[in-house]
Structures are given as C-alpha cells and as structure tokens.
C-alpha cells in the first residue's frame, strides 16, 4: 500500500530522516506562509495523511473533504484548530506532541514575565531611536517579583515548569485555578488551589496555561481583569483567544493591571498598530513558545512517528484521537 503524508511546513530534518527510513513518501510546502484550507484540500486528495503545524482549520468540513486522512498529525500540543469529535466519527485518527516542549514554553512564560516587570522590550526598542533615559532615579522603574504570589490558571506540564522557575528564583507563592486538583504540584511545589475569583485578587502574576476551549475563550475579558491587583500582570503564552484583547488593552491603558506579557494574541498576527505593541509594560512576541532548536527537534520527531506508526496500524506516541480502530 502507498504510504505518503503531506507536510505544511518546513520542518525539522529529523522529521524528514524517520519517514524516509520507514518508506513513507513526504511532500513538503516550503514557502514561509500558511497554505488556506481551501488550497489544501485538493492536494491532499493524493497524501494519506498530514503533519500539520500552523493554524490550519482541521474542522468538519475539512475533515470530511479529507476523510480519505489516516492521521491528522500536529506539530503542536495545543489542537483547538481540530475538530476532535469530526474526526473519531469520520476514523481519522489525530496526534501530538506534549511534554517536550513544556520547558522551552515555560521559559518564553518566564522571559515575558520579567521582559514586563521590568519593561525591557520597550526600553530596548527606545534604545534603538537613541532614547539613552539612563541613571535617572524615577524613571524606568519597574516591578520585582521576591516573594510575590504567581497565580495559574491551567496548572499542567507548561504551568507546572513555570512555577518551579518563579519559585526557584524568586520564591513565589504558587496558587492555582483547575478543573481538578494537581496533587504533584500540591506535594512539590506547595500549590494550593483556589476558585478563578480568589486566584485573580490575591496573584500578582497571573499566567494562563488552558488549552483554548469554550469554556476558556475570552475567559479573561473585562470583568476577569477587574478583579486583578492594580499591579498585577497577565502572561499568555497559551493561545490569544483566551483573553479579549480590547478588554485588555483597555485594562492597561485604565491601569486595571499594571502590565502583560504575551506570546500569543488575538489575531495571529497582531495588527501593526496595535496599542499593546507601545505600552511599556508589556512585552510581546510572535507565538515562540516551543521555539528552540532541542524542541522542535523532538516535536518534528513525534509528528512523524505518530504517523509511521499510523501507517504500522500501532498505537500512537501520542494520541488525541487514537487510531486503534485500525488495529
Ligand atoms: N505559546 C506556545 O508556543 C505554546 C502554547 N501552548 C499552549 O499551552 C497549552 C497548555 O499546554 P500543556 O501545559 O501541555 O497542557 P496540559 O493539559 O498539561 O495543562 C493544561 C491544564 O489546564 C487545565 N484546564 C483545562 N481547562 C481548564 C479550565 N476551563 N479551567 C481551568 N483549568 C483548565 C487542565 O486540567 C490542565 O491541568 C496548550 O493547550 C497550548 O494551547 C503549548 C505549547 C507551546
Ligand atoms: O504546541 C503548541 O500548542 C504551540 O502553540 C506551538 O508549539
């Protein structure tokens, strides 16, 4: 049987070398955008599956022009650009890659963090016009973080990386908002956990690490923000569509919260003239959260072996809709 897979962006070579060793025929989309669904969908009718990374639309409607697909394989942890029930109904069969990128995630989280205490991407970027505002005692100053309390809402594999980083460094008291209890986090790291209206008043960093769901979209909007310290800032490295980005830049223009950092928004990309993108106290960038070359490595890796072993008829390395029903 032909075994070939669709790859929508250049990936790592160890993605390639895995699918190579095991026979599998790859055609890879080498230009630096993202193909539309809709250029997709015919090419696809000659692959019997996809690595996807990007922000592709896997819903219904792909998937059932597509439901020849074997395996949706995604380059990612996060999947809410897949329509999961669409495809167990249609026996397409979806993977990802958790866990290897939980420290390169974290540290972004942690690098934002710090980049808004203490304003750094805007004084880097005053720098560059010639701005040198050095040694003067008022201006400039930002926030420390010793002792403070690092609230989390979505205490998983990024959160808890997070968390042993702030208290590491800075001792930070950990509290967190789940939809269940984190007992490792609890036993380790000290976490207790609280409602969202408790974590929101009492954290001065909030840092969110929820898959993007309906339960979690826009879940930090005006009236989330109202409830947070006056100094408190808000971290995103989870997906943009968590929080409303209107609501939040009007949070840090009415000093609500006193600063973001943020490496994913609402859209991708952000427009250009976007408020959030002049603020001191924030600190943006274009959704680098598992970018590093160790990382990325290892997710290409599972992306392809999820595949391969589609095609074994084996159970995946890591599997959001299993493919079992093959077997
Ligand atoms: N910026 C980037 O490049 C990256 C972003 N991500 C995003 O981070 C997310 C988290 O990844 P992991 O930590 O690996 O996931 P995880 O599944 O280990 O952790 C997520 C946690 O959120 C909790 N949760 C889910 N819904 C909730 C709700 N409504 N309220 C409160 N808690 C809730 C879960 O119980 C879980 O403990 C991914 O879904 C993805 O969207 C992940 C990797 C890189
Ligand atoms: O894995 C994810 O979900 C990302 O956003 C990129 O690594």
């Known amino acids: 049987m032909r075994k070939s897979v669709y790859i929508t962006r250049t990936v ?83 993977g990802n890659t958790p866990g290897v990128l939980s420290g390169a995630t974290a540290d972004t989280a942690f690098l934002l963090l710090l980049a808004a205490s203490r304003k750094a991407f805007h004084m880097h970027k005053e720098i560059i016009r010639g701005n040198w505002n050095f040694w003067d005692p008022t201006a400039n100053l930002g926030l420390e973080l010793k002792g403070k309390t690092l609230g989390i809402v979505g205490l998983g594999r990024i959160g808890f990386e997070l968390a042993q980083r702030c208290i ?59 409830k947070m310290k006056p100094n408190a800032i808000f971290v995103n490295t989870a997906r943009g569509g968590i929080h409303n980005e209107a609501d939040l830049i009007a949070a840090l ?21 976007n408020p959030l993108l002049n603020m001191h106290n924030v600190a943006v960038l274009p959704h680098i959260g598992s970018a590093t070359i160790d990382t990325r490595n290892a997710m290409a890796a599972i992306a392809a072996k999820n595949v391969i072993r589609t095609f074994e008829g084996k159970a995946l390395e890591h599997a959001v809709v299993e493919n079992i029903h093959r077997l």
């Not at 908002?177 to 976490?191: I, K, M, Q, S, V």
């Not at 409602?195 to 954290?203: G, R, Y």
């Not at 600063?259 to 250009?272: F, H, I, R, S």
């Open 168 to 226: 590491g460094a800075y001792g930070m008291k950990l509290i967190y908002h789940n939809r269940g209890t984190n007992e490792e986090a609890e036993r380790e790291l000290g976490a207790v956990r609280v409602s969202f209206d408790e974590l929101l008043q009492q954290s001065d960093v909030v840092s969110v690490h929820t898959a993007l769901t309906p339960e979690t979209k826009e879940l930090f909007n005006k009236e989330a923000f109202s």
């Open 253 to 273: 223009e009415n000093g609500t919260i006193w600063g973001a950092g943020l490496d994913v928004t609402n859209p991708e990309p952000m427009a250009a003239d």
């Open 12 to 94: 790592p070579e160890i993605a390639l070398q895995h699918l190579k060793d095991n026979g599998i025929e790859y055609t890879v989309w080498t230009e630096r955008r993202h193909q539309s669904e809709e250029e997709l969908i015919p090419i696809l009718k000659d692959y019997d599956a996809i690595i996807v990374s990007g922000p592709l639309k896997v819903n219904r409607a792909f998937l059932e022009a597509c439901s020849h697909l074997r395996i949706v394989s995604m380059m990612s942890v996060g999947y809410d650009n897949v329509d999961v029930a669409a495809a167990k109904e249609l026996g397409i069969a979806v």
